[in-house]
């Protein structure tokens, strides 16, 4: 919806600004153009306010467009997890200041400008001419009335007069280009080894030892935190062993349906194309006196094996009928005769014949109930759903609500964060495990919360009955973890020193070659590498240290796994070659858009500090939905 709107409140130029410097339309305030604006402000900019409805719309826009890119639904409360709340409001906070600023300068647009504007935009035009009908409907659609449509679009064109003023004309300096084009360009070769983690050899650690370390870190010990909760779940399962599908339906279904539940018959078929019949004819009897093959015709009539193999496939998808009546009836590995069809004359073969499979209606009746069934569930769902709120509301517990439903419900003893039980097990067979936990083990949570969509489109409820403290774990239960805690610890310390004491030997001038008996390990060498180039075998911890020592010199650090220390030299420096022009251009673009990033951050910020800039966290977290507890 948002979207659209942007859509329609922008001029061409603005469209080039915004999409040059990524801003989204949260930056940009809504305020009372949109009906039902509410009464609360989150944050104000000098004399400019932000509303909470403003707020509240410009972070679902920001969940729905994070959801698309993701593919799966965010919730409002994964977005605040991820900080997307505290986004949009430096989004709409940066906004407000390039508007209040815009009335201080005294910028304006007339009304009349601004309906040529919309009168001219190809979003609002049906064969080149404006569409009052298009205009409204867009209207409709996003809530707004002409005059606040009117508004939002003066208050983009004032703000992008003054983006303008800022980057028109901006150039990057050549030196600032050539610097950037050395540094992306540059080149290194890297000698390195892995060192064993058997070059290194661990003592056996004492008894006083493991109770030393067990001492000084009792807290690494412990068992985890456990919760007492119940667990709700409405899914389409459930639903489905409520419903009753009747024969009559069944046999209904199957009537309309039955193709879908075939598997029809599939050929693998050869055609050759020909000019003209007469070369056709001529080609089928050289064929059927055997003395031309199949490919050599194909070839001579100019055909790659791709155009005579149209793979397994079945009648349907055969576009000439007249030459798929054929295909269809042609015996395996014989020749056709000569088809005239509506595209092209031709000559077919079969090589390859599965036949079709047609089930009755007792073959697959449960398969039918079943997809029946599975459909009256999914558009019972929400119904169900609203139905399950009505009854938390009315003060019903979970488990009389699944007694009443029919629904799926488990009361689990005990779980822990990630979902397992004192046994280590998982407390619930599903998918959704983590996401039903993590909702048990919310800060906030107290009780049953709002329900848990799942990943099949079903929902779940949570009511944590009682919390479990973590508790000590005596050291005869834990002294094996303990030791081995001491042995990773210890070998990966001893692993460092040796790797530190190899660095210093190539340092001094020993060779690469010359640390492999020490190591354990073979001295590799990569090809050359760029910035951005990181080789699976070596970390990007590696790669950036090697692009901060000169040639010649070594140095040493994790392996991709953590699982020892790479040892490691600069084999080669390879100095960026001259950029060509494509280059240029495109390092061009990404500085502008950088340094007209960089120009509009910097005049923000400086607004907000000489605006004054307040935010009202109590209000907000109103806005999305927080309780004050």
Same mark, same amino acid.
């Given at each position: 919806?948002?979207?659209?709107?942007?859509?329609?409140?922008? $001029?061409?130029?603005?469209?080039?600004?915004?999409?040059?410097?990524?801003?989204?339309?949260?930056?940009?305030?809504?305020?009372?153009?949109?009906?039902?604006?509410?009464?609360?402000?989150?944050?104000?900019?000098?004399?400019?306010?932000?509303?909470?409805?403003?707020?509240?719309?410009?972070?679902?826009?920001?969940?729905?467009?994070?959801? %698309?890119?993701?593919?799966?639904?965010?919730?409002?409360?994964?977005?605040?997890?991820?900080?997307?709340?505290?986004?949009?409001?430096?989004?709409?906070?940066?906004?407000?200041?390039?508007?209040?600023?815009?009335?201080?300068?005294?910028?304006?647009?007339?009304?009349?400008?601004?309906?040529?504007?919309?009168?001219?935009?190809?979003?609002?035009? $049906?064969?080149?001419?404006?569409?009052?009908?298009?205009?409204?409907?867009?209207?409709? %659609?996003?809530?707004?009335?002409?005059?606040?449509?009117?508004?939002?679009?003066?208050?983009?064109?004032?703000?992008?007069?003054?983006?303008?003023?800022?980057?028109?004309?901006?150039?990057?300096?050549?030196?600032?280009?050539?610097?950037?084009?050395?540094?992306?360009?540059?080149?290194?070769?890297?000698?390195?080894?892995?060192?064993?983690?058997?070059?290194?050899?661990?003592?056996?650690?004492?008894?006083?030892?493991?109770?030393?370390?067990?001492?000084?870190?009792?807290?690494?010990?412990?068992?985890?935190?456990?919760?007492?909760?119940?667990?709700?779940?409405?899914?389409?399962?459930?639903?489905?062993?409520?419903?009753?599908?009747?024969?009559?339906?069944?046999?209904?279904?199957?009537?309309?349906?039955?193709?879908?539940?075939?598997?029809?018959?599939?050929?693998?078929?050869?055609?050759?194309?020909?000019?003209?019949?007469?070369?056709?004819?001529?080609?089928?009897?050289?064929?059927?006196?055997?003395?031309?093959?199949?490919?050599?015709?194909?070839?001579?009539?100019?055909?790659?094996?791709?155009?005579?193999?149209?793979?397994?496939?079945?009648?349907?998808?055969?576009?000439?009928?007249?030459?798929?009546?054929?295909?269809?009836?042609?015996?395996?590995?014989?020749?056709?005769?000569?088809?005239?069809?509506?595209?092209?004359?031709?000559?077919?073969?079969?090589?390859?014949?599965?036949?079709?499979?047609?089930?009755?209606?007792?073959?697959?009746?449960?398969?039918?109930?079943?997809?029946?069934?599975?459909?009256?569930?999914?558009?019972?769902?929400?119904?169900?759903?609203?139905?399950?709120?009505?009854?938390?509301?009315?003060?019903?517990?979970?488990?009389?609500?699944?007694?009443?439903?029919?629904?799926?419900?488990?009361?689990?003893?005990?779980?822990?964060?990630?979902?397992?039980?004192?046994?280590?097990?998982?407390?619930?067979?599903?998918?959704?495990?983590?996401?039903?936990?993590?909702?048990?083990?919310?800060?906030?949570?107290?009780?049953?919360?709002?329900?848990?969509?799942?990943?099949?489109?079903?929902?779940?409820?949570?009511?944590?009955?009682?919390?479990?403290?973590?508790?000590?774990?005596?050291?005869?239960?834990?002294?094996?973890?303990?030791?081995?805690?001491?042995?990773?610890?210890?070998?990966?310390?001893?692993?460092?020193?040796?790797?530190?004491?190899?660095?210093?030997?190539?340092?001094?001038?020993?060779?690469?070659?010359?640390?492999?008996?020490?190591?354990?390990?073979?001295?590799?060498?990569?090809?050359?590498?760029?910035?951005?180039?990181?080789?699976?075998?070596?970390?990007?911890?590696?790669?950036?240290?090697?692009?901060?020592?000169?040639?010649?010199?070594?140095?040493?650090?994790?392996?991709?796994?953590?699982?020892?220390?790479?040892?490691?030299?600069?084999?080669?420096?390879?100095?960026?070659?001259?950029?060509?022009?494509?280059?240029?251009?495109?390092?061009?673009?990404?500085?502008?858009?950088?340094?007209?990033?960089?120009?509009? $951050?910097?005049?923000?910020?400086?607004?907000?500090?000489?605006?004054?800039?307040?935010?009202?966290?109590?209000?907000?977290?109103?806005?999305?939905?927080?309780?004050?507890?």
């Amino acid at each position: 919806m948002l979207e659209a709107l942007r859509r329609g409140a922008q $001029t061409r130029v603005a469209k080039l600004l915004f999409g040059l410097l990524v801003l989204s339309f949260g930056i940009w305030g809504v305020h009372d153009v949109f009906r039902g604006w509410g009464r609360g402000a989150v944050a104000k900019v000098g004399s400019t306010s932000i509303s909470d409805e403003e707020f509240r719309r410009a972070y679902q826009d920001e969940l729905d467009r994070v959801s %698309q890119q993701a593919r799966q639904r965010i919730t409002a409360e994964q977005g605040r997890a991820f900080g997307l709340d505290k986004k949009v409001l430096a989004q709409l906070v940066a906004g407000a200041a390039l508007e209040s600023h815009a009335h201080q300068l005294g910028l304006a647009l007339s009304d009349k400008t601004l309906v040529e504007g919309v009168q001219n935009d190809p979003d609002f035009q $049906t064969d080149g001419k404006f569409s009052k009908q298009n205009f409204d409907g867009l209207l409709r %659609q996003i809530g707004l009335t002409e005059q606040g449509f009117l508004n939002l679009r003066r208050k983009d064109e004032l703000r992008a007069a003054i983006i303008r003023s800022f980057i028109t004309g901006q150039t990057v300096p050549k030196p600032l280009l050539d610097l950037m084009h050395a540094y992306n360009g540059e080149k290194r070769v890297i000698e390195w080894v892995k060192i064993d983690p058997e070059a290194v050899t661990v003592a056996e650690p004492s008894e006083d030892k493991l109770k030393e370390l067990y001492d000084k870190d009792k807290s690494k010990y412990m068992t985890p935190e456990y919760r007492k909760v119940q667990v709700m779940t409405l899914g389409i399962d459930d639903l489905k062993k409520q419903i009753t599908i009747t024969d009559e339906e069944i046999a209904k279904s199957y009537e309309a349906t039955k193709d879908s539940y075939d598997k029809p018959e599939e050929r693998r078929i050869q055609q050759i194309a020909f000019k003209d019949k007469a070369t056709a004819e001529a080609a089928l009897k050289d064929l059927r006196d055997g003395k031309k093959s199949f490919g050599d015709v194909a070839k001579e009539a100019g055909a790659k094996d791709t155009d005579v193999d149209l793979g397994l496939i079945t009648k349907k998808a055969m576009i000439d009928p007249k030459i798929s009546d054929v295909a269809f009836t042609l015996e395996k590995d014989k020749y056709s005769d000569v088809i005239e069809g509506r595209f092209a004359t031709v000559i077919l073969r079969v090589t390859q014949i599965d036949p079709g499979v047609t089930h009755t209606l007792a073959d697959i009746k449960d398969q039918v109930r079943d997809k029946l069934a599975t459909e009256k569930a999914k558009s019972e769902l929400q119904n169900k759903h609203d139905e399950v709120e009505d009854n938390r509301i009315a003060g019903k517990s979970l488990t009389e609500i699944a007694e009443t439903a029919k629904l799926s419900f488990k009361e689990i003893p005990a779980t822990d964060a990630t979902g397992l039980s004192p046994d280590g097990k998982p407390v619930l067979e599903t998918p959704d495990l983590r996401k039903i936990v993590s909702r048990a083990f919310a800060p906030d949570n107290s009780s049953d919360d709002t329900a848990i969509e799942l990943a099949d489109g079903g929902y779940a409820w949570v009511n944590v009955l009682s919390t479990e403290a973590p508790k000590q774990k005596p050291f005869e239960q834990v002294k094996d973890q303990v030791k081995e805690d001491y042995t990773s610890s210890e070998r990966h310390r001893l692993i460092d020193e040796l790797a530190k004491k190899l660095a210093d030997r190539v340092n001094a001038g020993e060779p690469m070659t010359a640390l492999e008996a020490e190591a354990k390990n073979k001295v590799e060498k990569t090809e050359p590498l760029t910035r951005k180039t990181i080789p699976q075998s070596i970390s990007d911890g590696i790669v950036a240290q090697a692009f901060a020592l000169s040639k010649g010199k070594a140095g040493h650090g994790a392996s991709p796994d953590h699982t020892t220390e790479i040892v490691f030299q600069v084999a080669d420096v390879i100095p960026a070659p001259e950029a060509s022009l494509t280059e240029t251009d495109q390092l061009t673009r990404e500085l502008n858009a950088e340094l007209a990033n960089q120009t509009l $951050t910097e005049y923000t910020e400086a607004l907000k500090k000489r605006l004054g800039t307040s935010v009202n966290a109590a209000e907000m977290n109103a806005a999305l939905g927080i309780s004050e507890e």
